[in-house]
């Protein structure tokens, strides 16, 4: 069964709310206060975002845990936002920006992964 356009567009969209996030630690990681040593940062970094991108190529070819764990993760991330509040960090108005558009697309994403279309895909797949 071929990919629906569901799925490609939830993907399109996943990745690029990764990469707008990615971009949108720079600021955060400039305004700290005191500011953490740059290499945990890098090192942190490379861990968060190289697991998000694996999680995003194991939807891609149709794991089921993984649009499964992209929607708990999805939840976890909404609930310490309103929970919580957002970051201090993040006072600076573009880093708030970012957080609404990643906030907005990984909503969209969970709901695209989620349509029958999609189930019937990621069933297809399985077997």
Request: without cysteine; positive net charge.
């Given at each position: 069964?071929?990919?629906p356009?569901?799925?490609?567009?939830?993907i399109y969209?996943?990745?690029?709310?990764?990469?707008?996030?990615?971009?949108?630690?720079?600021?955060?990681?400039?305004?700290?206060?005191?500011?953490?040593?740059?290499?945990?940062?890098?090192?942190?970094?490379?861990?968060i975002?190289?697991?998000?991108v694996?999680?995003?190529y194991?939807?891609?070819?149709?794991?089921?845990?993984?649009?499964?764990?992209?929607?708990v993760?999805?939840?976890?991330?909404l609930a310490?936002?309103l929970?919580?509040?957002?970051?201090?960090?993040?006072?600076?108005?573009?880093?708030?920006?970012?957080l609404?558009?990643?906030?907005?697309?990984?909503?969209?994403v969970?709901?695209?992964?989620?349509?029958?279309?999609?189930?019937?895909?990621?069933?297809a797949v399985?077997?």
């Amino acid at each position: 069964m071929e990919q629906p356009k569901s799925i490609k567009f939830a993907i399109y969209i996943y990745f690029i709310a990764v990469a707008i996030s990615l971009l949108g630690a720079i600021p955060n990681y400039l305004a700290a206060d005191p500011r953490p040593p740059f290499l945990s940062v890098i090192l942190n970094w490379l861990a968060i975002y190289g697991l998000l991108v694996g999680l995003g190529y194991a939807i891609k070819i149709g794991k089921n845990w993984a649009r499964h764990t992209n929607a708990v993760v999805t939840l976890l991330s909404l609930a310490t936002v309103l929970f919580f509040g957002p970051s201090p960090s993040l006072s600076i108005e573009i880093s708030q920006l970012i957080l609404l558009i990643n906030n907005s697309a990984s909503i969209l994403v969970v709901v695209l992964l989620y349509t029958s279309t999609a189930n019937e895909w990621f069933r297809a797949v399985k077997t």
